[in-house]
């Protein structure tokens, strides 16, 4: 039960984080990058996106007893999101030509680069597998979620699926490498 609990509200601040994050951050759309022109304000306008989704993601693991997670989860899932994004929308189109491709090069940037900072607050629990596992989860979360919001054409319409699925397949990995339990250097 302690499981499901956790799955659901996972999904749940994932969902929250992402929206309010995208309200504030969102590239084209977002508050931050209307009063802040260009570069700068995309680049602050991730930070924020990315930040706010770490702190919900933040909320919802430290409720967990057997693993110590730090703020520092919150700046290290702003700083994989905006390299991730910055890197993708750099060179994604240098990659490939097609739309649907698209979603697929930038999520493998956007979960690479979260999954890379945020493990660094999981390190003491990751072996290289668990690390694997995470990486691998991570991606495949971000290239379904982007391939959504690639779809979409990036409406915020589109926010609430690219959480949702992003929230589903994350957490999934997260449960599996607690369901194989870690090995804790506390």
């Known amino acids: 039960m302690q499981n499901l609990t956790f799955y659901l509200k996972w999904i749940a601040f994932n969902l929250i984080g992402f929206i309010c994050g995208s309200y504030l951050g969102a590239t084209d759309d977002g508050l931050i990058s209307t ?4 570069v700068a304000g995309m680049v602050a306008g991730d930070l924020v996106f990315g930040s706010i989704i770490g702190f919900s993601q933040w909320l919802v693991l430290k409720s967990r007893s057997r693993l110590t997670i730090s703020v520092g989860w919150i700046a290290l899932t702003g700083i994989g999101f905006t390299l991730g994004a910055r890197l993708g929308a750099l060179l994604t189109y240098r990659i490939v030509d097609e739309w649907w491709q ?5 999520g493998c940037f956007m979960g690479g680069s979260i999954g890379l900072a945020t493990a660094l ?5 990751l072996s290289f597998s668990r690390f694997t596992v995470w990486m691998i989860t991570s991606i495949s979360a971000w290239v379904i979620g982007e391939s959504i919001a690639f779809d979409a054409g990036f409406a915020q319409a589109g ?8 929230g589903v397949v994350t957490g999934l990995g997260l449960l599996w490498l607690w369901v194989n339990p870690f090995k804790y250097s506390e």
């Open 35 to 38: 009063f802040i022109p260009g």
């Open 121 to 125: 607050e999981l390190r003491k629990a």
């Open 159 to 166: 926010v609430p699926w690219v959480a949702a699925v992003i």
């Open 102 to 106: 698209a979603g697929i090069v930038f």
